[in-house]
């Protein structure tokens, strides 16, 4: 065999247009087009969204610099001479649909054609040594379905754009008139199967012999064949006894051959590995594994596209595994074969999906089952020798009606059928979980079990996260035990966290390539609008320590569901579009975000194989009680660990009774019994360790208190008489209303959490981003806090939130989302009406329950009648009355 590159100079056409270009490359790249002119929004509210922002461009996603949809030609003369009696394959590695013409001839297809695997054509007897080689790139997906693709993460414009053109290699490939097509090579625990597929064109016989360090022996096989193709099967080949699996973090990879005399040596790499479910639990190599998931969602706003390299996939995926990631999921596409090289060399597992996003009518159209099918079959054949390729989906969200759901069935009977050492389902997410597990499939992904939760937050804040007293024992085990009475596969939790950070308005200079930030630009202006640039990276920083704690509750409560095989996130990474949905601890160029919570080490702290799981009741206690709770080992690495759990707080230390904690699941600990005592309201930290494991815990105690408003200050629930009578004589008011609608009628329901995904995605959020704390205040001498939210701001997080007038200092002010930055608070002062008043939304008064309200009560009622309190900025009665009423 030998390589033709073709690469350099083409001429690129579309109509009007015409340019000299070099491949590899797409339109986007050469600046080819027209201005984006939003035609392929993905939210039907997008529009809506942009006028929110008061703008005339794009406000959702980012703006493409050129765009175009239709049918591109590629063309170049090549003065190629060829051997006689070789056979020459034109192969283009990814385009979109494609054609060829040589020397204005159509020429077929070699190979069955899709969007995500390598297109070719044999090109043999058509090459004069001076030709037209002519290319066509279609990204309409003229026959294939449309809405179904241009949905997907394969082609939206919201991440890495409906490009069009030609990537990775484009080449000739010269072979004898028989040579070996493929190699590939299937594990199956201590043997392979090894499938040599042979093509000629003229009856072929001779003996094909198979070497590998990874066999016990080199193995022969007599083979015979007519003109054409044919699959020759050596199976159960023993492997060697020292050869190596395959693992987690562990690249081992094992080089076989395949030749014959007269024909060219075939080599391919591949592992050793049996990824498999074993007792409801994911496995590999025996070995129950929890998936440390993240979703990757072809994000890539320098190119438009995915990159082609081993090594800018080993960068991404080394990136990724700094934050603890174990595996990575492809949302609604299937990357590169750089991405599985360097999958494979790292030992790092991957979930690709088929280029299908159709929450409505999958696969019932003709025209979508015959492409996937296609798509399915040609990605099978063409990844088969990664390891690190374990399971696939066929889309993301999918729905569809009886005649769907029956083709869902026969593609997973096909891919059982073309290999059966991977893992698949019908979808991730399929009906958002609101049919079950389906029986078919091979593991169950997603955020709920019809109304139960495998996931703490949904949309519209819905979940236990927001909902439920926090506390160290929130699990999914009646979501477990709720589809165990049907279904025994694996199952682990999709799309989990979402939770948004205000956006990292510094990376709008790193954009310079085939896409404008046109979105981040307006939040820009708008923060310079409202004043805001100052103090902005204080807000990013406050919002982004609270997505860190509800990503880290997340992470702890499924490790802890016994039986739960993982979790996958999103994400990681922002996402540039829907809406702008700026939920990660990465920017969009996968780069961290230059703030401490953004930190890998910080991330990687809960986010690994092995971790100690404290059990506790709540986070915040009063003096006197004793802190018990159960502690739980996950352990999901490669051996059982033995050793006696330790832990220390606020000078208590200790150690349970030493233990053996096998490996694949959990493993009681014992129990911690530590009395706790306080004279002042504190913050300590549990901290815990079993075998070089260690997590930490901030409990917060605080003095039994019943607090009770001082002489001298007028405590009020409305802006009625009293207060502005009292006001006018120059005295201490705290007005605390109930935290409802009717008694702030200027105000917005709050959660503890961020808000969910986007605004422009679900505009029914309110879009409260957590509070900022004024931490260095007077007041909170008394009550230890942090200038974020923390746990034991959780009831009084989840009140509402006043919108006042712009420029008001705030106590504890409350984040809003980029869309409309509105001034909001949950405790003020200031001066007014000869007075000086405090206004807390919060509702401390109904809140009695919660010992952390009870100590924030009386740390106001101590401040009210402190030399501290004294307001600096004055609010008019005409202000007061729109936050409280009268």
């Avoid at 390598?118 to 309409?140: A, Q, R, Y």
């Avoid at 939920?583 to 996968?590: D, K, R």
Wanted: with cysteine; glycine share 8%; charged share 25%.
């Amino acid at each position: 065999m030998s390589i033709i590159d073709l690469s350099g100079a083409w001429r690129c056409e579309i109509p009007g247009r015409t340019a000299e270009v070099q491949v590899p490359g797409t339109l986007d790249i050469w600046g080819v087009g027209h201005p984006d002119a939003a035609q392929n929004q993905w939210h039907p509210d997008a529009g809506a969204n942009a006028a929110l922002m008061g703008s005339g461009v794009i406000a959702t996603r980012l703006t493409r610099r050129h765009t175009y949809e239709g049918p591109a030609r590629f063309t170049r003369r090549a003065a190629i001479h060829i051997p006689a009696g070789r056979r020459v394959f034109l192969e283009v590695e990814r385009a979109r649909v494609l054609t060829l013409r040589v020397n204005g001839a159509p020429v077929s297809d070699f190979a069955l054609p899709t969007i995500a695997t390598p297109h070719i054509f044999e090109v043999t007897g058509l090459l004069t040594g001076d030709d037209e080689i002519e290319l066509t790139g279609d990204n309409s997906y003229p026959g294939l379905p449309r809405a179904d693709i241009l949905f997907s993460s394969a082609a939206t414009d919201e991440t890495q754009t409906n490009w069009n053109g030609l990537l990775g290699y484009v080449r000739l490939r010269v072979e004898a008139a028989t040579f070996i097509k493929s190699v590939r090579v299937y594990p199956r625990g201590g043997a392979v199967d090894v499938c040599v597929e042979l093509s000629t064109r003229k009856p072929w016989r001779g003996a094909l012999s198979v070497e590998s360090a990874a066999l016990a022996s080199p193995e022969r096989l007599e083979a015979e064949l007519e003109a054409g193709e044919g699959r020759f099967w050596l199976r159960g080949l023993e492997t060697a006894k020292d050869a190596r699996l395959w693992d987690e973090d562990e690249g081992r990879l094992y080089d076989l051959s395949v030749g014959a005399e007269g024909l060219d040596e075939a080599r391919v790499r591949f592992g050793l590995r049996e990824f498999t479910s074993e007792g409801g639990r994911l496995t590999l190599n025996g070995r129950g594994v929890f998936l440390r998931g993240e979703a990757n969602c072809a994000v890539f706003p320098e190119t438009g596209h995915e990159p082609m390299t081993v090594g800018a996939w080993t960068e991404i995926l080394k990136t990724y595994r700094s934050y603890g990631v174990n595996c990575v999921r492809f949302h609604s596409h299937i990357p590169p074969e750089a991405a599985f090289e360097a999958a494979d060399e790292l030992g790092i597992l991957l979930q690709p999906e088929l280029d299908n996003w159709n929450p409505r009518n999958a696969f019932e159209a003709p025209e979508s089952y015959d492409y996937y099918s296609r798509e399915l079959e040609q990605a099978l054949l063409w990844l088969t020798n990664h390891p690190s390729f374990v399971m696939l989906s066929f889309g993301n969200e999918l729905h569809a009606g009886e005649r769907g759901v029956s083709r869902m069935k026969e593609l997973l009977a096909l891919a059982h059928a073309l290999d059966d050492t991977r893992l698949y389902a019908a979808a991730s997410n399929p009906f958002y979980g609101q049919k079950g597990c389906d029986a078919h499939s091979d593991f169950f992904t997603a955020g709920n079990y019809y109304d139960f939760d495998l996931r703490a937050t949904h949309a519209g804040m819905k979940g236990p996260l927001n909902n439920r007293r926090p506390d160290g024992r929130l699990n999914y085990a009646p979501a477990m035990a709720a589809l165990r009475e049907k279904w025994d596969g694996p199952v682990f939790s999709f799309e989990v966290g979402q939770y948004e950070v205000l956006p990292d308005l510094e990376e709008i200079e790193a954009f310079r390539g085939v896409t404008r930030p046109d979105n981040l630009i307006l939040i820009r202006d708008r923060v310079r609008e409202r004043g805001l640039e100052g103090a902005w990276r204080r807000r990013v920083e406050a919002s982004g320590e609270l997505a860190l704690i509800c990503y880290r509750a997340e992470v702890e409560a499924a490790l802890r569901t016994r039986g739960l095989s993982g979790i996958s996130l999103l994400g990681l990474q922002d996402f540039p579009g829907q809406g702008t949905a700026l939920v990660g601890m990465l920017n969009s160029h996968l780069a961290p975000k230059p703030y401490d919570f953004a930190r890998p080490d910080r991330f990687e702290r809960f986010f690994r194989a092995c971790l100690p799981l404290v059990g506790l009741e709540r986070f915040t206690y009063e003096a006197g009680e004793r802190l018990t709770a159960r502690v739980a080992l996950a352990n999901y690495g490669k051996r059982a660990l033995r050793g006696a759990l330790s832990y220390s707080l606020d000078g208590v230390e200790g150690a349970l009774e030493e233990i053996m904690a096998p490996c694949g699941g959990l493993t009681d600990l014992g129990r911690l019994e530590i009395p706790l005592s306080a004279e002042a309201p504190r913050r300590l930290e549990l901290r815990v360790s079993f075998a070089g494991w260690e997590n930490r815990y901030p409990i917060w105690v605080y003095p039994r208190v019943a607090p009770v408003c001082p002489e001298g200050v007028v405590e009020a629930r409305r802006l009625d008489r009293r207060v502005i009578d009292a006001l006018a004589r120059g005295k201490t008011v705290y007005l605390s209303p109930d935290s409802d609608e009717s008694a702030l009628p200027g105000s917005i329901q709050a959660q503890f959490s961020t808000d969910f995904w986007s605004v422009g995605t679900f505009p029914f959020q309110s879009g409260a981003m957590g509070q900022l704390i004024d931490a260095a205040h007077p007041l909170f001498r008394s009550f230890p806090t942090e200038s974020h939210t923390d746990w034991q701001w959780w009831p009084m997080a989840r009140q509402r939130a006043m919108i006042v007038p712009e420029g008001t200092e705030a106590i504890i002010a409350v984040l809003d989302s980029y869309a409309t930055l509105r001034s909001m608070a949950q405790l003020l002062e200031a001066r007014c009406g000869g007075g000086r008043v405090l206004v807390s939304s919060m509702g401390l008064h109904a809140l009695a329950a919660y010992p952390e309200a009870r100590a924030l009560q009386a740390a106001i009622y101590g401040y009210l009648i402190s030399k501290d309190f004294e307001p600096k900025q004055a609010l008019s009665l005409e202000q007061l009355r729109t936050l409280v009423a009268e």
